[in-house]
């Protein structure tokens, strides 16, 4: 039957319904009203429970719109505590297992072993483990402890035990992913050709993992993905997101004589003051001249950064000025240090660069020295406990991690593999103080700050850094990477607001032990063009 068939005038439909209609039309009035008054009365009785019900659902949507609106509101017209967000108390990190989630997969029931070589520096590798467990997850395989990678700009032959307690982390993710040191020899000796290696896409999704990857794991028992780097989706759902932060988080713990060294770094600064900040300054020459600026060493930097811009061929030629207009230029020693002084850090402030070779040496570091006279790193701290360490730029970076992670204020100076994940895991532990500069508003500051009085200067500054200063309000779902944002980990408190608490800059969070769920660091606490950067200089 047609549509227009279907539609047409009731006289024509042969059906037995409109002569019942018919029918019962002509029925007495006295029977007609009693109807009509029983279905008024339930449309009425339903209205009025529509209307409850909906009006509870909806008042408490919006308390809780209200309390995060109010929350968000009022640290935005505050002034800007640089050491410590005030509304941080009501956010920790929360990434148990849940109810629903399954026990893993046993080594002798999965659908075969999957081998990882990590890509990239120390950081850039800590994701690729991170995802590697999510998608051993995915496929119901046994993970094989992943390969570091001995190959990359950095030469580190570093091994996985080396670097990360791997105890730890087989034991602690039991519940997740089965996890092995090697394949057993029985099944290698039982192998008729060598393990299967592919690389997958750049942010692959379970999907290609289930379609693509699964079949030849279940064909060949072994399969080696290269280049992990980076290599699963960022958008998972919670159960997958929750496991990264428990890899992330707290299966990835450094070994016990990397983690000596950094806390005695820590304790030397604490022993020196109450408390400090951090600062990864990202100043290498490689990473300079990739970035195709200028930073005002006249021909002999130009001749000297463009030399070793010939490294790559793919590069295009940019025009130095509209990169710093556009944010992508690493600030200058000088230019960190203006700006923190700008946003309220005094010159007795302790700080600890974390860096490695700074182009032009301590004349570069010399103006962040004045600003800044309580000045130290790794080398001055504990060079003779870093000697052993020398020759392995991972386990150095180890060093610099540790501190950075438990610093009171984090700054970073780019958007490296360092500064997201410890943005992300500083998020997770309480949303601790992380500051980057707005480098495309600042850039215009400092090109015309010989032009303005101090004070004014400072202020834009303050204007500038708003929205970049690491507090919860800069926190939205779906936004960047999500071991940057790791919004699926992040739990927050009833918010309740009143004068006491206002005015109370000190007051703690009442939060029962344990109540963090692994969020302690680890350490032994004392208390697009950005995509192909990182590959370039992974860290």
Same mark, same amino acid.
């Given at each position: 039957?047609g549509?227009?068939e279907v539609w047409r005038?009731?006289q024509l439909?042969?059906?037995? /319904?409109?002569?019942k209609?018919?029918s019962f039309s =002509?029925?007495?009035?006295?029977s007609?009203?009693w ?5 008024g009365f339930m449309?009425?009785s339903?209205g ?7 009006h509870?659902?909806s +008042?408490?949507?919006?308390?809780h719109?209200l %309390?995060?609106?109010t929350?968000?509101?009022m640290?935005r017209?505050e002034?800007?505590d640089?050491? !410590? %967000?005030? #509304?941080?108390k009501?956010?920790?990190g929360?990434?148990e297992?849940? !109810?629903?989630?399954?026990p893993?997969?046993?080594e002798?029931k999965?659908?075969g072993y999957?081998?990882?070589a990590?890509s990239? /520096?120390?950081n850039q590798?800590?994701t690729?483990?991170t995802d590697?467990v999510?998608v ?5 395989a046994t993970?094989v402890v992943? $390969?570091?990678?001995h190959?990359?700009y950095?030469k580190d032959?570093?091994?996985f035990?080396?670097v ?8 602690s993710?039991t519940?997740d ?7 057993p020899d ?6 008729e050709k060598?393990? #299967? ?10 999907? @290609?993992y289930l379609d693509?990857v699964?079949?030849?794991?279940s064909r060949r028992h072994?399969?080696?993905l290269t280049?992990?780097? @980076? ?6 759902? $919670?159960?997958?997101?929750?496991l990264?932060c428990?890899?992330n #988080?707290n299966?990835l ?5 990397i983690q000596?060294?950094g ?6 600064m604490?022993?020196?003051a ?8 990202r100043?290498? *020459?490689?990473m300079?001249a990739f ?5 005002g060493?006249?021909?002999?930097e ?5 030399e070793?811009r010939?490294r790559?061929?793919t590069?295009p ?8 207009k556009? =944010?992508?230029?690493?600030l200058? *020693? +000088?230019?960190?240090g203006?700006m923190?002084?700008?946003?309220g850090f005094?010159n007795?402030?302790y700080?600890y ?5 700074i182009y032009g040496g $301590?004349?570069?570091?010399?103006p962040?020295?004045e600003l800044?006279?309580n000045f #130290?790193t ?5 060079n003779d406990?870093l000697?052993?360490?020398l *020759? ?7 060093i610099d991690y540790i ?6 204020v984090f700054i970073?100076n780019?958007?490296?593999n360092m ?8 998020r @997770?532990?309480?949303?601790k103080r992380?500051?980057?500069p ?9 090109m015309?700050r010989e032009?303005?009085?101090w004070?004014?200067?400072a202020?834009?500054?303050? %204007?500038c850094q708003?929205g970049?200063?690491?507090?919860p309000? $800069?926190? !939205?779902?779906g ?7 790791p919004?699926a980990?992040?739990c927050q408190?009833?918010?309740? @607001?009143?004068?006491t %608490?206002?005015?109370?800059e000190?007051e703690?969070a009442?939060i029962?032990?344990g109540v +963090? ?5 680890g350490? /032994? +606490?004392l208390?697009?063009?950005d995509?192909?950067?990182?590959e370039v200089?992974?860290?």
């Open positions: 039957m549509v227009a005038p009731p439909n042969k059906s037995g /319904g409109l002569w209609w018919r =002509g029925q007495p009035k006295r007609v009203m109807w009509k008054w029983v279905c449309l009425f339903l009025v429970i529509s209307l409850f019900t909906g509870v659902v +008042h408490l949507e919006w308390a719109q %309390s995060k609106r929350l968000l509101d640290s017209k002034p800007i640089v050491w !410590k %967000s005030k #509304y941080s009501f956010f920790y929360c990434s297992r849940g !109810k629903s989630f399954p893993a997969v046993q002798h999965s659908n999957l081998l990882i990590a990239g /520096g120390l590798q800590r690729g483990i590697a999510v051993a997850r995915i496929l119901n993970l992943p $390969e570091l990678d190959h990359s950095w032959d570093s091994d035990n080396d990360f307690d791997v105890n730890w982390f087989i034991s993710l519940k992913v089965t996890i092995v040191k090697r394949v029985r099944v290698m000796r039982s192998m060598p393990p #299967y290696t592919m690389r997958v896409p750049r942010k692959s999704t379970p999907e @290609y693509q699964l079949p030849i794991l072994v399969l080696q280049k992990f780097d @980076y290599r699963l989706a960022n958008d998972l759902d $919670e159960d997958m997101q929750k990264r428990r890899v #988080y299966a713990r450094f070994t016990k004589r000596s060294v806390m005695k770094v820590v304790k030397r604490r022993k020196m109450k408390r400090f900040i951090a600062v990864h300054l100043f290498e *020459p490689d300079l970035s195709g600026c200028d930073f060493g006249g021909e002999k130009r001749a000297e950064l463009a070793i010939k790559w061929d590069l030629d940019l025009d130095p000025l509209e990169e710093r556009r =944010g992508k230029c690493p200058t *020693p +000088h230019e960190v203006l923190l002084r700008a946003l005094a007795n402030t700080i660069v974390a860096s490695g070779e $301590e004349k570069t570091l010399r962040l020295r800044f006279p #130290y790794k080398e001055m701290l504990a406990e000697k052993p360490l *020759p392995f730029s991972s386990r150095l970076a180890a501190v950075s992670d438990e610093s009171d970073t780019n958007n490296g500064a997201k994940i410890l943005a992300g895991r500083r @997770y532990m309480g949303h992380t500051i980057r707005n480098a495309k508003k600042l850039s215009a500051l400092f015309d032009k303005m009085e004070q004014t200067f202020k834009k500054v303050k %204007s708003r970049f200063m690491g507090d309000d $800069e926190f !939205k779902p936004r960047g990477e999500f071991h940057e944002y919004q980990c992040i408190r009833p918010f309740s @607001y009143d004068k %608490s206002a005015d109370d000190e703690e009442d029962p032990e +963090h769920n692994n969020t302690s660091s350490h /032994g +606490h208390s697009s063009a995509s192909e950067r990182d200089f992974p860290d």
